[in-house]
């Protein structure tokens, strides 16, 4: 296992997966799903601090993309949809993995993960695998109580479908000019071979993409620009850029349609992996769909006779692995006053909880009172502030540390008579007395 390294005041500290994990289940961002009843394979679920984060990271990229926009519509289709969505797109026929199992103790795996391809790496036996075969990453169902050809369908193993087949609807209701994008933010379910590196590689999932349609003749400018866009994002989401690195996806690696991918890879604790992909997808999708549904894709300049498929630049990111990224980032290690401490350095936009308030102490019910003053009249401008009052103030710093709040906030006798309070930056952990007006 690789080791991400964080250096903090000189000190080299490293995160890694265990740690990450383990703080994830800990402080209630992450537990493994179906936990109680021995878990689900590739499944999380998301507690009340993850929830926060998820959403966070959803919202800045909807507001970047979607709000602060006025070329990008959002869309919200259908989980399920017509199987003839997955034949035209190439889906039911290709979207497989090379499956290989060992003889010898039957366990399977995706080869081309494997690290050395000729030794099984559950039971060490070498030379046991068969033939690779090609095993399809789509859920498969029916829907309807009748199971026959007709009625299959597949729980989608991607977001972009869902924006393709509603490219002619928003250009018939909002008749945009081009270049213009739809964005979606939803599930996505692949069966994955080997569900591995905790939220990294799930069966189920969350995706956030665009498709920019553009005319063909700009999609080198077109792609430039989302190579900018991608990096503001990653940004705000503040992933230190020597993190991140573009990889040029050769011609033999990439999907038949694609005439340019980058795969944008992060130093994440299991090593250099994908965080998310770029790719000029060309008119492949929307020519799939105009040649299966035999309806018209294309498009019209306006006050023009010239119609053409436009072409599409796809940003795809994956919030989960978003969410790890900015997990990792955050995961520091210092001293504090001699003792050891681990604090999430998140941005404070993307903290779960923005402000904790505490009494000073929770037994003076003058103080409790007025902390509870506080507490209401932030959290009605904030929302995610957390009332505190467990333990001593040290133990409160340290789990508020722990799950990335950027203030604490401590309301002692003093306040009572000049409406101030002791603000507690995460990062210095330096105090400073604020009027409550202020904050
Ligand atoms: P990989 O090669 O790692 O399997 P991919 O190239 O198949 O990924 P895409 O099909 O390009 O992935 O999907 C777009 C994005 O969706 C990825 O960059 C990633 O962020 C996310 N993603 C894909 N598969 C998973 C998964 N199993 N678990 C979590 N996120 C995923």
Request: hydrophobic share 35%; charged share 30%.
């Given at each position: 296992m690789g080791y991400g390294?964080?250096?903090?005041?000189?000190?080299?500290?490293?995160?890694?997966l265990?740690?990450?994990?383990?703080?994830?289940?800990?402080?209630?961002?992450?537990?493994?799903?179906?936990?109680?009843?021995?878990?689900?394979?590739?499944?999380?679920?998301?507690?009340?601090?993850?929830?926060?984060?998820?959403?966070?990271?959803?919202?800045?990229?909807?507001?970047?993309?979607?709000?602060?926009?006025?070329?990008?519509?959002?869309?919200?289709?259908?989980?399920?949809?017509?199987?003839?969505?997955?034949?035209?797109?190439?889906?039911?026929?290709?979207?497989?993995?090379?499956?290989?199992?060992?003889?010898?103790?039957?366990?399977?795996?995706?080869?081309d993960k494997?690290?050395?391809?000729?030794?099984?790496?559950?039971?060490?036996?070498?030379?046991?695998?068969?033939?690779?075969?090609?095993?399809?990453?789509?859920?498969?169902?029916?829907?309807?109580?009748?199971?026959?050809?007709?009625?299959?369908?597949?729980?989608?193993?991607?977001?972009?479908?869902?924006?393709?087949?509603?490219?002619?609807?928003?250009?018939?209701?909002?008749?945009?000019?081009?270049?213009?994008?739809?964005?979606?933010?939803?599930?996505?379910?692949?069966?994955e071979?080997s569900p591995r590196d905790f939220v990294f590689r799930s069966?189920?999932?969350?995706?956030?993409?665009?498709?920019?349609?553009?005319?063909?003749?700009?999609?080198?400018?077109?792609?430039?620009?989302?190579?900018?866009?991608?990096?503001?994002?990653?940004?705000?989401?503040?992933l230190?850029?020597?993190m991140i690195h573009e990889l040029?996806v050769?011609?033999?690696?990439?999907?038949?349609?694609?005439?340019?991918?980058?795969d944008f890879e992060f130093d994440f604790p299991i090593g250099r992996e994908e965080l998310m992909g770029?790719?000029?997808?060309?008119?492949?999708?929307?020519?799939?769909?105009?040649?299966?549904?035999?309806?018209?894709?294309?498009?019209?300049?306006?006050?023009?006779?010239?119609?053409?498929?436009?072409?599409?630049?796809?940003?795809?990111?994956g919030?989960e692995r978003a969410l790890m990224a900015?997990?990792s980032a955050?995961?520091?290690?210092?001293?504090?006053?001699?003792?050891?401490?681990?604090?999430?350095?998140?941005?404070?936009?993307?903290?779960?909880?923005?402000?904790?308030?505490?009494?000073?102490?929770?037994?003076?019910?003058?103080?409790?009172?007025?902390?509870?003053?506080?507490?209401?009249?932030?959290?009605?401008?904030?929302?995610?502030?957390?009332?505190?009052?467990?333990?001593?103030?040290?133990?409160?710093?340290?789990?508020?540390?722990?799950?990335?709040?950027?203030?604490?906030?401590?309301?002692?006798?003093?306040?009572?008579?000049?409406?101030?309070?002791?603000?507690?930056?995460?990062?210095?952990?330096?105090?400073?007395?604020?009027?409550?007006?202020?904050?």
């Amino acid at each position: 296992m690789g080791y991400g390294i964080i250096i903090q005041i000189g000190i080299i500290m490293s995160v890694n997966l265990e740690k990450l994990t383990s703080l994830a289940k800990r402080r209630g961002f992450i537990y493994p799903g179906s936990d109680v009843y021995g878990g689900l394979s590739g499944t999380w679920d998301y507690g009340p601090l993850g929830i926060g984060l998820k959403r966070n990271i959803m919202n800045l990229w909807w507001k970047m993309f979607v709000d602060e926009r006025d070329d990008i519509y959002g869309v919200d289709a259908a989980i399920l949809m017509n199987q003839k969505v997955w034949q035209a797109s190439g889906h039911v026929d290709t979207f497989t993995d090379p499956l290989v199992e060992c003889a010898n103790c039957k366990g399977r795996f995706r080869e081309d993960k494997l690290d050395n391809p000729n030794k099984c790496p559950n039971c060490g036996k070498e030379n046991s695998f068969g033939e690779a075969r090609a095993f399809n990453m789509m859920f498969k169902t029916n829907v309807g109580p009748i199971s026959d050809e007709n009625s299959i369908s597949y729980l989608r193993p991607e977001t972009a479908q869902g924006i393709f087949t509603n490219f002619k609807n928003v250009v018939d209701t909002f008749y945009p000019d081009l270049p213009f994008g739809i964005a979606q933010q939803g599930k996505a379910f692949r069966n994955e071979i080997s569900p591995r590196d905790f939220v990294f590689r799930s069966r189920e999932f969350e995706q956030m993409e665009i498709e920019y349609f553009i005319h063909p003749d700009n999609w080198k400018d077109s792609f430039e620009h989302w190579i900018g866009e991608c990096k503001r994002f990653f940004d705000e989401l503040g992933l230190p850029s020597e993190m991140i690195h573009e990889l040029e996806v050769m011609e033999d690696d990439r999907a038949h349609y694609s005439k340019r991918t980058i795969d944008f890879e992060f130093d994440f604790p299991i090593g250099r992996e994908e965080l998310m992909g770029l790719a000029y997808r060309t008119d492949f999708d929307l020519g799939n769909i105009q040649r299966v549904s035999k309806k018209s894709m294309e498009y019209r300049v306006k006050g023009t006779n010239e119609t053409f498929i436009p072409h599409v630049i796809e940003p795809s990111f994956g919030v989960e692995r978003a969410l790890m990224a900015v997990l990792s980032a955050a995961y520091t290690e210092d001293e504090v006053n001699g003792e050891q401490r681990v604090y999430l350095k998140l941005p404070a936009h993307l903290a779960p909880i923005k402000y904790a308030v505490s009494p000073l102490l929770k037994n003076k019910p003058e103080l409790v009172e007025k902390a509870r003053e506080v507490y209401q009249l932030l959290k009605q401008k904030y929302g995610n502030v957390m009332w505190d009052d467990n333990g001593n103030i040290g133990k409160r710093y340290r789990r508020q540390d722990e799950i990335g709040t950027p203030y604490c906030i401590v309301v002692d006798f003093e306040t009572l008579d000049d409406d101030m309070v002791t603000v507690r930056d995460r990062n210095t952990t330096e105090q400073q007395r604020l009027p409550i007006v202020n904050i």
